[in-house]
């Protein structure tokens, strides 16, 4: 048996595999941010191929009145025009990194209509995995 | 260089850790049932000393109104009695987890007292844990009032 072929296997593979989990955790911060900033501008403009992509399979969504949205439900929110952003600026934006989990906090100055109410500002807490 | 020594090494220490990481996700929904079990009772009998091991040292709440609450103000929100609660059953628990990190959300409706005003209700909760040190450890909660019965047309 050639050992010395399957240590280096072995060797190579863990070369490759752990510095980018070590990029991937770099630049974390950033990403979220940038990420952030496109799902905040996706409600904006109900871009809901974005929101498809962005949000995961099994997303839920707590609304100010306390119901729960799955990925599906909101998506057809907006594509009805049940949800609809005026105006939504994000501040205080604050962001915790824990391996490939990201929690982030902020106050969201937002002007909208849902369901027909016009609602206007909230604090709210955003999940990554 | 003794390749079939390095080999080796390799593969003992990927039978060590593989089988490990498996039994944690494997029961880790269990674990995160019994991490919020324990706060919701640390939270019903004033146990500070239970938040303290519970809540992560960067932990947050966002209340209900938008109060921010870091972990040191929660506490003392409790120790002080400003917030003390008569009930608080947690209903419908979900558990998802990913990888270290698990988010629950629930209902949990509650009787007690606020600021020294009685208050009740029903709130819809989303706790983030996040494995720490090989202890779940909640780092974040958010809650959303529902609407009362009284309060729908």
């Known amino acids: 048996m050639k050992w010395n072929r399957i240590a280096l296997v072995l060797i190579t593979v863990s070369l490759l595999v752990v510095p980018l989990a070590w990029?991937?955790?770099?630049?974390?911060?950033?990403?979220?941010?940038?990420?952030g900033e496109q799902l905040n501008a996706a409600n904006l403009k109900g871009d809901t191929s974005f929101l498809e992509k962005v949000l995961a399979d099994d997303y839920t969504g707590v609304r100010g009145d306390g119901s729960v949205l799955t990925k599906?439900?909101?998506?057809?929110?907006?594509?009805?025009?049940?949800?609809?952003?005026?105006?939504?600026?994000?501040?205080?934006?604050?962001?915790?990194?824990?391996?490939?989990?990201?929690?982030?906090?902020?106050?969201?100055?937002?002007?909208?209509?849902?369901?027909?109410?016009?609602?206007?500002?909230?604090?709210?807490?955003?999940?990554?995995? | 260089?003794?390749?079939?020594?390095?080999?080796?090494?390799?593969?003992?220490?990927?039978?060590?850790?593989?089988?490990?990481?498996?039994?944690?996700?494997?029961?880790?929904?269990?674990?995160?049932?019994?991490?919020?079990?324990?706060?919701?009772?640390?939270?019903?009998?004033?146990?500070?000393?239970?938040?303290?091991?519970?809540?992560?040292?960067?932990?947050?709440?966002?209340?209900?109104?938008?109060?921010f609450f870091n972990k040191a103000q929660e506490i003392e929100y409790v120790k002080s009695g400003a917030l003390k609660y008569e009930t608080n059953d947690v209903q419908d628990l979900k558990v998802r987890i990913y990888g270290r990190t698990a988010v629950t959300t629930m209902l949990v409706s509650y009787k007690g007292t606020l600021d020294g005003k009685p208050s009740s209700g029903t709130n819809r909760a989303t706790r983030v844990w996040v494995k720490q040190n090989g202890n779940w450890k909640c780092v974040s909660y958010q809650t959303t009032r529902m609407p009362s019965a009284n309060s729908k047309p």
């Open chain 1, 23 to 35: 990029s991937q955790g770099g630049s974390t911060e950033q990403q979220i941010k940038t990420l």
């Open chain 1, 72 to 129: 599906a439900q909101e998506i057809e929110k907006y594509k009805s025009g049940a949800i609809k952003y005026e105006t939504n600026e994000i501040k205080d934006l604050k962001i915790r990194v824990y391996g490939h989990t990201e929690v982030s906090t902020s106050l969201s100055f937002s002007k909208n209509i849902r369901d027909g109410k016009e609602h206007i500002g909230t604090t709210q807490t955003e999940l990554s995995v």
């Open chain 2, 1 to 67: 260089m003794k390749w079939k020594q390095i080999a080796l090494v390799f593969t003992t220490l990927s039978l060590f850790v593989v089988p490990r990481a498996w039994n944690q996700s494997g029961n880790a929904e269990q674990q995160i049932k019994g991490v919020s079990d324990q706060i919701s009772v640390a939270m019903l009998k004033a146990d500070t000393d239970s938040l303290e091991k519970l809540l992560a040292d960067d932990y947050t709440a966002i209340r209900t109104g938008g109060v």
